[in-house]
């Protein structure tokens, strides 16, 4: 079972794809307050809640020259915007290039995440199945469902199989998965930063420990290749190409990667391993695509329970014609848990999900990203959004595929503080200097609890966007972003400043 603060560990030390000779120590991390017990892989913004920022700024009697004062001390020549908006009465309170056409990063989750809330039932909780024919001991069809369940751990599914030997089977002539719920594709935009981080998993119908894998290595004799151990064993899904040696030299360079082979994943070892070394590990790695990397995980704790599976995993819907019985049903959290874990821990992959799921609910199935993107405008329609500049073509805001200027995404923020779906979606939110992504930031006793918003960072982007509550319970919607930047650390602070600023009369 993987935990929280380890997952995110690992994320961080997964997103750098490149040599590496020990592991890195991993940074502490309070767990969230609501998190599935599948560890989150975090985003590409993994470190926005490692560094408190200092928040003082010019104040004046005019809070308007002010913000703006503090806006414009962004360092460098960057593209920027910023809009903030009186809630009770829609009077602009600062803007400057509220309709400038920005990349959003991770903000674009908002989206994503309001579309799920108007659109789910959020205290469903998705099961992942296990459907037989026939009742003895040899039945012609297995069956494993997915409902696109990213909390899925391997030791679910090892569940599964002894549920299904305890039910009396024993061999099993076809093993039939059903993973029609999405489509394979990657999210669009995942192909513009070729990457093995975990940040980039891909999602599917059936998901397993985050569509991710562990790599450990040994040496092995002098001269021979390092002995390299993938957890989970998902069998046929993953195939180790070990091109590296060991040696007796006390320094070494060992690079672990994954790579896509069709459908299965490769793990790639090269470069030395010195025999001083006890253990390295990889850290998380992408595996190529998450129905096939659990159905294959299945079918090997199955054969590790006892039960024979004579062909398979087979891809495609339920097969007709035979009735078919549930044998066992697995469920870990609802919706709303997930939605939590998505905006507070800014994770990609239950983003994608929750995106994904839209589009299955309004296009039907197979989702593919052009239904999620549909889905989401159907969903939030009703709203009456102002759209002028926005594009959302995948859930979690990697890399450059979506976009969004200030005065849009201030838009969907009043409209769903008036919508009946709007407070699950608020309550989603990080909160500044309390948790999520936030957890580190605006932590002042004048600003902590009175910030919930989305964070959003690439290399070349820092992002911010929620509500903030001021003097008196006024509350404000805003939001924030800079790009073509260098570090987003100077523009958090800024940002931080600007709430400050916004917040304390």
Known sequence: MFRLRFAIAC?????????????????????????????PSHGDEADDDVTATAITGPRTADKGSDLRAIFRSAPGKV????????????ATVFEENADKVLTP??????????????????????????????TGAVTPQLVLVGAA???????????LAQSVAAAGVQRVKKLWVDATLFDDALPAGFDQKPTDAAY?????????????????????????????EVTPDAGAAVVVVNQAKTTKAKKDALVVATRPAGRKTEVVVSGTLSTSRKVIGSGRRRVADASYFAAHAFKQVLVAEGVVVEEGPVFGAEPKGQPLRTLASHVHHDWRTILHVTNKQSHNQYAETLFKLVGAHHG???????????????????LGLHWEGTRIANGSGLYKADTLTCRAAVSLLRAMHKDPAGAAWRQSLAVGGVDGTLRGRLKAPETKGKIQAK????????GLAGYAEGAGGKLYAFAFFFNDIAGAGPYRGVQDRMLRRLVVD
């Open 11 to 39: 994320a961080v030390l997964a997103s750098s794809a490149g040599a590496w000779a020990r592991p890195a120590k991993p940074p502490t991390r309070r767990p969230a307050q609501v998190a599935p017990r599948h560890a």
């Open 79 to 90: 593209r920027g915007g910023a809009l903030i908006v009186d809630m009770a009465t829609g």
């Open 105 to 134: 990063a991770s903000v674009a989750k908002l989206y994503a995440t309001a579309a799920a809330v108007r659109t789910l039932d959020l205290d469903k909780k998705p099961a992942t199945e296990v459907k037989a024919a026939g």
């Open 149 to 159: 369940d990213p909390t899925m751990t391997f030791g679910d599914y090892k569940k």
């Open 200 to 228: 980039r998993a891909p999602v599917g119908a059936l998901q397993m420990d985050a569509s991710t894998l562990q790599v450990t290595v040994r040496p092995g004799a002098v001269g021979a290749p390092p002995l390299v």
């Open 364 to 382: 039907g199935a197979p989702a593919t990203s052009q239904k999620a993107q549909d889905g989401v405008r159907k969903a939030l329609e009703p």
């Open 455 to 462: 964070t959003g960072t690439l290399d070349d982007v820092s």
